[in-house]
């Protein structure tokens, strides 16, 4: 049987090792992709409740080519592997959450920090040159 903690030693081994992955396919905005999954967040700073496209995770393709365990194993869906790969899920969405927040955020402030104010011909223009 094998320990949570092994588990977990794992899963944040195999989650670190994949997360820049992850976050390369959201940043190429394949996370707007049919059948993207919607996670909620009740940040109240943001003006209430945010949706953010979080990558869905499959278990045969984590099963196969994260773990590289054997194709009959993966058909058989053990028990310990479905934990293993929902403790892995939660970490990378954890993760990707984070991620796509701060995107948001740095995207909002940059938004803010172009804006320009007035008129062109508001501007003050030196009758000395420049």
């Known amino acids: 049987m094998v320990s ?12 670190i090792a994949t997360l820049v992955l ?13 059948g993207a999954g919607w996670a909620q967040t009740g940040d109240q700073s943001l003006g209430g409740r945010q ?8 278990f045969d393709l984590w099963c196969q ?6 194709v009959d194993r993966c058909d058989q869906r053990l028990a310990a ?6 403790a892995y899920r939660s ?10 927040m701060e995107r948001k955020r740095d995207a909002d ?13 508001d501007r ?3 009758p000395l040159g420049p």
């Open 91 to 100: 970490i990378i969405e954890r993760y990707e959450m984070q991620y796509l």
């Open 81 to 86: 592997d479905v934990r293993e790969f929902e």
């Open 124 to 126: 003050y223009d030196d």
């Open 22 to 34: 992850y976050a390369g396919v959201a940043v190429l905005g394949s996370a707007v992709a049919a």
């Open 109 to 121: 402030a940059e938004r803010r920090a172009d804006r320009t104010y007035g008129s062109p011909w």
């Open 51 to 58: 949706s953010y496209s979080v990558q869905p995770m499959n």
């Open 65 to 70: 080519e994260t773990q590289r365990y054997a």
């Open 4 to 15: 949570l903690e092994r588990v977990e030693e794992r899963t944040m081994r195999t989650a």
